[in-house]
């Protein structure tokens, strides 16, 4: 929790460009990265390996699809942006957070 609050003190005065070109940047690593993240996550957990491969690209194109949405908050606030997936925006200012949030 200290460092969300210590990192706020600079990510607060980011511009919406800014706070895009992390998401982008942590996308391309994502990809970059892909068979070493699906291979930890399936020994973490057991998933098989080809399902863990197919998550990071539908999460490399989330983190792209929110990267856009940064940059265009008047935008559709929801749509299929890749097959079979619906992204959306929500409006709900909760401060500070580091979240993964799964729906499955």
Known sequence: MNAARQAQETWRFS??????????RLADLVEEHTQE???LESQNVG????QALE??????DNLRF?????????GRP??????????????VPVG?????????
């Open 15 to 24: 511009t919406l460009a800014q706070r895009s070109e992390v998401l982008l």
């Open 37 to 39: 993240l699906a291979e």
């Open 47 to 50: 998933k098989p390996l080809a």
């Open 55 to 60: 998550e990071n690209t539908i999460t490399a």
């Open 66 to 74: 929110f990267a856009a949405a940064a940059r265009c908050l008047e």
């Open 78 to 91: 929801a749509g299929e942006y890749l097959d079979g997936y619906t992204s959306m925006l929500r409006g």
């Open 96 to 104: 500070v957070v580091g979240q993964i949030a799964p729906w499955n």
